[in-house]
């Protein structure tokens, strides 16, 4: 099964109605790995790996978003499938064994 890496941000109102945690429920439902966390000026970004079919149903999750958020729009670019260990970016930027949310300041 193939397995590809995105990086995203999410626009909108998606601060502070949880977005985040129904984010890390819709990656893990789906064996998504990877993080999001929150960022100035109100939107949500991170990264997400898992097999092509299950990142394309999380992707309609994002777009979708929450009962309590609304989503303007979201931004998707393919990125690099890295070991561990080979991650130069946010928290390494490597494989994930599972999704988090990772902390303002971070």
Do not use: C
């Amino acid at each position: 099964m193939a397995t590809k890496r995105y990086a995203f941000t999410v626009h909108g109102q998606v601060q502070g109605v949880f977005f985040r945690k129904f984010t890390q429920q819709s990656a893990n439902a789906l064996s998504i790995s990877g993080f999001v966390r929150n960022l100035t000026g109100g939107s949500v970004a991170g990264e997400a790996e898992g097999p092509v079919d299950n990142l394309e149903q999380f992707k309609q999750k994002l777009n979708e978003g929450s009962s309590a958020s609304k989503v303007d729009k979201v931004d998707w670019n393919e990125i690099e499938v890295r070991k561990d260990g080979e991650g130069q970016g946010y928290m390494g930027a490597m494989s994930f064994e599972k999704f988090q949310i990772a902390r303002s300041g971070r």
